[in-house]
């Protein structure tokens, strides 16, 4: 393999045929968002159905851009669960705004790696100012700087290190966790209604999912802070150390809000790094008449918001807020000889987590804010805010239902009521959100409260009107009559 | 705030004007790629410049599409330092090629988030096939299973969090590290070489970056196997519990290649995961002829290679192959009730790691593979390892400079050689390297290797020919005829 001296320059596609798939996917974009209601949410299709329709191997040779893009259009988007569908109510709903849409198009044109201002200097000043912008929206004091992961699991994970490297004396960083007599367990505090990202960074760190106490909640699901001060005080009386609490601003069963105040003056009074999980709520917090739900996050030493999540920016796009943020790269800042630049007094951001690399991710969302503005944002928010409540009214003023948790946002827990023991009547309702899915025109998705299983419809997509939560009643309501007839 | 009865659907922005600037993103992203080269690769921008040019705060009302593409293209594309440019030869070059974009945006659309097989059958799918096509491109036999993930990072945090939990007995997920008398400190190895990534992980997992073993590196920088061997045993007979190698196939400063197969040989025999951190350098597996320096990483535990570095896919694309991918889901799967789903046969991919949300990353991925196949992958890896061959028989052509390591791949390090003392000869290439990088058309980037200081060539970009090689290299002469005429 000598190098060939008359090699000509093989390139990347040619720039014609680039331009004009570019156009193609323009237009399969548009018509998507247009007509994406058309679609099932979920489509119907079976584990390995869609692998069955590619081949097994990479092509040896070079295909046409046409082909792979009449591919796309015939395999993956029909075989694709449809977030950005005006039906899909299940998880969080979430949407893919066409403002957010161009700005991750334009994000992979520049391929911008901006782990150091110079390799990025445009990437890494608009991840500042726009992490400011939103902290602005959401009326954090300016004391938080944010920064930009790719999700909550992240953005916590980061939080938790950094209360972690608070335990001073013993430099983890430097020495680790294990084989130190000097460090004993080191435990987390959290509702039993936190999500699953807590105890992933649990794992992750090396703290053990043991040491994570899900502290009990009160009849609104909410963490209660005198249970909280039992545990602690168990902890330590038993040897251990406590380090952080995590606080929820709705969480992901029926969007409950911790009491952050009086969870912050236990924080204060124990010395416990106080980490805010707003990665869904966060964002309504753009509203002033909403803000009052997360009074106290102001004392957090922490706080994770997803734009991703409920303000309308595509995945992945999430903001971890730091009060002081020279503690998360005390935590992490490694830089060898490679990387070293002189430019002293800007921002490294690979210096504030675990990943070295680091996508544009700050254009989309300064995309979104700009295209929506303020207004627009309150508005929105304010709509589905609107539509969950009206759709709760529904579901309270039918007999046979109830609503089974607060509806502080936009999400509504509920579930029939059959006149059945409390075993059947969870089968009952499994069995009618199974049905209600496999219609096609809406996604509903459930959990578990208080042994009781409950259906979930949480709103989040644009294009969600009071129509399809209307529809989404309807279909409850007859599938519901169908089971009953024949239960 | 009482639901607004009468509110109208507010929705995204219009379906017309999102098509309209979606066809405006296609023409600023095809003439961005047509006419980077006209840029210089890192925009004359001091820190703190863009931020001057953008408002503090977001704005109130809604701004019209056009207007923000306007300023992206005045303010963003030109303080951007343009990672695809034919110039950029510093760090690893990358490139954000044509079918990448366009899987980019098409993801971008669907908004999928492929947490849950059922919540992305294709996405789920499409993400199994690529990397099992990945793992056939390169060589590795079937027993491979690859898991996308943003960052080799992430990659490598993964894989020392599932060697962490091969410590059977001690169930570091449950239980934790710290206050454990049963667990002494657990080393890692590796050489002076590798990526600061496995620093990064030693800190986030708790083990400490004092247990990362620097194992010395041979005159080729690749690491000694019989130094491991001594550092492991050394390790043992002082009560630490050795659980894992980290070997390097293209490190970063030189892109050496550890001696895999004796390394896999110790960690058999010394029952230790095996990690091969191929981010960069696997790519060129592709490559049957290239294949033999990558021999033994077959026997590895698990492989990273990034096809976001050197196989023409926008960031953020890190491929974890591990040869039982269970081990990973057995470390990290947490299902909470609200993700409980039926098709209990079907690979949910928030189950291998840390983060819940995923992105459809994979489109790209296969877009990129499809477009180019197999042959066009191979010719344009072996036109960028001629690229680096040819340069570096121009420096070794040229007294007074020289080439300071093998050059196995596509990356060069070499260094002017002044008639000076080492620390002058240091500060030497450091200037020139500033002065050259200012000139514009090229950006190149340096190491320390020996106590000297290197300057780096790293072709990666699909844009780069020849032509620009040539004029990296008339331009470091000039620069270099400059200083030495002024020192």
New interface residues.
Partial sequence: ????ES?V?????S?S???R???R??????D???QVHAYRV??R?S?????KL?P????????S?DR??DD?KR???P??????HPGFM??FG?????????G??????????AML???????T??E??TC???R??VGLPPAFRGHIN?????SS?LAL?TA?QRVGAAD??????????D????TVYASEHT???I?????????????LRRVQADDGFRLDPAALAEAIAADRAA??RPIAVVATVGT??TTSVDPVRPIAEICRREKLWLHVDAAYAGSAAV?P?LRELMVGWEAADSIVVNP?KWL?V???C?VLFLRDIETLRA??S??????RT??H???NLMDYG????R?FRA??LW?V????????LQ??I??H???A??FAALVQGEPGWEVCAPVPFSTVCFRAVPELPLEEQNRFNERLL?EVNARGPVFV????LRERYVL?VAIGN??T??SHVAQAWELLRAVRARLAAEW
């Fill in positions: 393999m000598s190098p060939d090699a320059h093989l390139g990347d596609v720039a045929e680039f331009r798939a570019m156009h996917v323009a237009d399969l974009t548009a998507y968002l247009e979920v489509p299709v584990p390995g159905d869609v692998t590619l097994g191997s990479p092509p040896e040779e070079p295909e851009l792979i893009l796309y395999i993956i988007e075989n694709t669960t449809h977030w950005n299940a998880y979430i949407t893919g705004s066409g403002p957010g849409i161009l991750e198009a334009l994000a992979a044109g520049l391929n911008v790696n201002w110079r390799t990025g200097p445009a990437a000043e608009l500042e100012l400011d912008w939103l602005q929206l790719d999700t909550a699991s992240m994970l290190a972690r983890i960083r430097q020495r680790g966790l294990a084989g130190r007599p460090v004993p367990p080191l999500h699953s990202s105890d992933k960074a649990m794992i992750a760190l090396g703290l053990g999912l043991e040491q040897g251990r992901t069963s509203c008449e991703h309308f595509p995945v992945d999430s935590a992490f490694v830089v060898p000889e490679y990387l002189s430019e007094e800007a921002t675990v990943q070295l690399g996508r254009l989309k995309m804010l700009r295209a929506f503005g303020q207004r627009g508005e929105r304010r709509y805010c609107g539509l409540r009206r199974a998705s459930h959990t578990k979930r644009l294009r009107s009071m």
